[in-house]
C-alpha cells in the first residue's frame, strides 16, 4: 500500500527524499504535529524522527544582528528625506521646465527651479536671521516644495535647526551645503524660503520679480533702509506696521484691516431696500 522506503539512517531513497524534502522544510511544530498525529505517514514517521535530529538546532537571532538590523532601519528613516520634496529629484518624465537656475558658492550644489516668480519676497531682520547669515537682514524668496529640483548635490546638504540648535533634519530648519556652507534655503512645514541671491537671474524682469516687497522684524534692525516698503514689527499682515513705514502705506493697510473687521462683525453692511 506504502511505498517501499530505505530504512538507512542518513540515505534515504531518492523517492523517500522527495517525500521527505517539504516535510523536513516545514517549521518544526508543525514537523513534531506530522510525526505525531498522521496517521498515513506511519510507515515514515521513524525515517522522518531520524532525519528531523540530523537537523542543525535552530538558533535564534542574536542581540548583534537584531541591534544591526534596527541600526539599519533607523539609518533608513534618518534618509528619508532623499525621497520627499524639496530634495526628491525630478525624473525627465515629470516635464519640470526650469525657469531659474542657482548653486552654492563652491559649485556642489545646483538647483533649478519651476516657478518664474516666487510667491513672496520679504526681507527679514530678526536677530537669528541677522546672526546665520553675518549680515543686517536675510533676503528670501518663498516657493512651494515641488518648485525647486536639485540636479547636483543634494546629497552635499546639512541641517541647523535655530531653535534647538539640533543638526538632524527636523522642520523648519535651515539648509546649508556641507562644503562651503552658503545658506541655500530655510525648509518650513509647507513651503522653502530660498535665498535669491544664489540664483542666476539674467533678465531685467526676473531681477524685478524677486525685488522685495516687505521688512519683517524691523524694531530688530541693526541698519535702517528708507526705501519705503513696508515695515512690520514681526510676521508681514499678522503684526504691526512700524512707525518707519510710508504714511500712505499705513492709512492704506488701515483701511484694508477696517473693511476686513467690518465684514467679519457684520457691521457697515448695507441693507436691501425694503
Given amino acids: 500500500m506504502y511505498p517501499s522506503l530505505s530504512t538507512q539512517k542518513h540515505l534515504p531513497s531518492p ?3 522527495r517525500i521527505l524534502r517539504p516535510l523536513l522544510s516545514a517549521p518544526q511544530p508543525c514537523r513534531l504535529l506530522i510525526t505525531q498525529s498522521t496517521p498515513f505517514l506511519k510507515p515514515l514517521r521513524s525515517l522522518l524522527a531520524n532525519s528531523i535530529r540530523t537537523l542543525p538546532p535552530t538558533r535564534a537571532m542574536s542581540n548583534d544582528q537584531a541591534h544591526a538590523d ?24 515629470e516635464h519640470f521646465e526650469a525657469k531659474h537656475t542657482g548653486q552654492c558658492h563652491c559649485g556642489k550644489v545646483k538647483f533649478e527651479l519651476s516657478r518664474e516668480k516666487p510667491l513672496a519676497s520679504k526681507l527679514c531682520h530678526c536677530t537669528t536671521c541677522q546672526s546665520q547669515h553675518a549680515a543686517p537682514f536675510q533676503w528670501a524668496a518663498i516657493f512651494h516644495k515641488e518648485d525647486i529640483n536639485f540636479n547636483h548635490g543634494h546629497h552635499d546638504l546639512e541641517w541647523y535647526d535655530p531653535t534647538s540648535k539640533s543638526i538632524a533634519h527636523q522642520l523648519p530648519c535651515k539648509v546649508r551645503c556641507s562644503y562651503c556652507h552658503s545658506p541655500i534655503m530655510d525648509e518650513g512645514r509647507n513651503m522653502i524660503l530660498l535665498f535669491p541671491s544664489l540664483l542666476d537671474l539674467k533678465t531685467q524682469k526676473a531681477k524685478d520679480d524677486f525685488k522685495p516687497t516687505c521688512h519683517m522684524f524691523y524694531p530688530e534692525r541693526v541698519v535702517d533702509v528708507p526705501d519705503g516698503l513696508p515695515k512690520w514689527t514681526g510676521i508681514n ?28 462683525t457684520g457691521t457697515n453692511i448695507p441693507k436691501d431696500d425694503e
Avoid at 238 to 243: A, P
Fill in 237 to 264: 499682515q499678522q503684526s504691526e506696521l512700524c512707525e518707519d513705514t510710508d504714511a500712505e502705506t499705513v492709512r492704506e493697510y488701515n483701511r484694508k484691516r477696517q473693511k476686513t473687521n467690518d465684514e467679519e
Fill in 15 to 17: 523517492m523517500a527524499s
Fill in 70 to 93: 534596527k541600526k539599519a532601519e533607523d539609518v533608513h528613516e534618518k534618509e528619508r528625506w532623499k525621497y520627499n520634496a524639496p530634495y526628491r529629484i525630478h525624473e525627465s518624465n
